[in-house]
């Protein structure tokens, strides 16, 4: 194990407590020498950890490399050891003028240490904050309830974040909410952002075609290159059902959409955020469809709920006994007409519409329900049957911010 800087010859423990505690710019810029020094001609007086030349404090580099090490390490000394090494590396900070910053470094790693954070990567959380000379992360995700806590956050304060970083946290909370079996709130909203969802090739440019038209006044220059991305759209070298490339349409989308100011429609302003354009068919729409509608061999779609003005006489009357008695017999039952609605062949199908429109029940057209939602019924029925797959897809998973 290495116990500083200088013993961690591979790089890796650096490389991992500098992930968690990013280091100030005199130690990015710091030479090999001016962090570890020579052991052979540097004297025991300039360790913190004198009896096993430890935490070299030579330069100031030196001495916040060996205080992070410290804090990280300091369990494998004994106690009398610890505190001695801890007040050489202080009085070292002080000379150097950085005990502030060795004292709050140590607060924090301290604080991490306490509730198990200190081993946990970034991936464990759902929000890291990296500006490159400090990082803070919130919202772990160890567990269910951290998992639910972080989706609730998460629909509280989405608004404040690009779709890109929206992307990121989404997806941590919902590879780990499957990991952990987790329930989450705002779950549709998750979907769409982590990109776990469809969209029709005709809504993609159409959105595109609308912000043309919002921005040909003002920004005619981006108004012709959101018509020219609808025309891509349009001419198939776009694939709607592309999860890696609707990702990056997203946030293209939302980068013009901040660089021409239409991000102030979003919400009441009536204009569709980008994960509502790319990703609005999520799992829970298309099942929500099938559940609600029945299409017959013609192709007509109905709702449910209107099946409730059909009658057993009725059904009796246009389809026949054999039809009547199995769904009901004496009183229509509509759960059982619509599960055998899809199944009838073609003539009967044809006389079910007839006999829907005695009583003011009219198909819903295509344009209105499915086609609506950008796919056909039979589309929604493979995208229910395989969304779970296309969760286990080998999908890049995005950076961490």
Known sequence: MSLDHTQDLTGSEQHRLIQLYPTPDFVKQASHEQLCGDPATL???VYAGVSKRVYPCHT?????????????KSTEFSAHEAEEIKKRLLKSAEFHGIGSNVRVLWSKM??????????????????VWDTGTHKERHYPLRNAGEVKQASHWFGEHHRDFSFNDKHTIAYKIMTKAAEFGA?????????????????????????????????????????AEASRM???????????????????????????????????????????????????????????????????TTGAVYEKLALDRLDIATVRQWMGDDVADEVGGVMLDTQKLAAIVPTLPRP????????ARTVGISAIAREKSAAAQGLTRDEMEALAAEYGHEQSLNVAEPALI
């Open 348 to 355: 009967d199908a044809e006389m079910f519409e007839q006999m």
């Open 110 to 127: 301290a604080a991490d240490a306490a509730t198990g954070q200190l081993k946990l990567k970034d991936s464990d959380f759902a929000l």
């Open 43 to 45: 004297p025991p007086h």
């Open 183 to 223: 329930a989450t709130e705002n779950t549709e909203l998750i979907e769409k952002c982590a990109g776990m969802g469809y969209c029709s090739a005709a809504d993609a440019a159409a959105a595109w075609e609308r912000r043309a038209s919002l921005t040909t006044t003002k920004h005619p220059d981006y108004s």
């Open 60 to 72: 100031k580099a030196a001495t916040w490399m060996s205080a992070l090490f410290y804090g990280d």
């Open 230 to 296: 609808a025309t891509v759209i349009k001419s198939a070298t776009f694939e709607a059902r592309d999860q890696g490339r609707r990702i990056k349409m997203a946030g293209l989308m939302e980068q013009f959409d901040h660089l021409t100011g239409l991000n102030k429609l979003y919400d009441d302003g009536g204009l569709a955020r980008p994960e509502d354009v790319f990703f609005q068919i999520t799992e829970k729409v298309a099942a929500d469809f099938l559940s609600n509608h029945v299409q017959t």
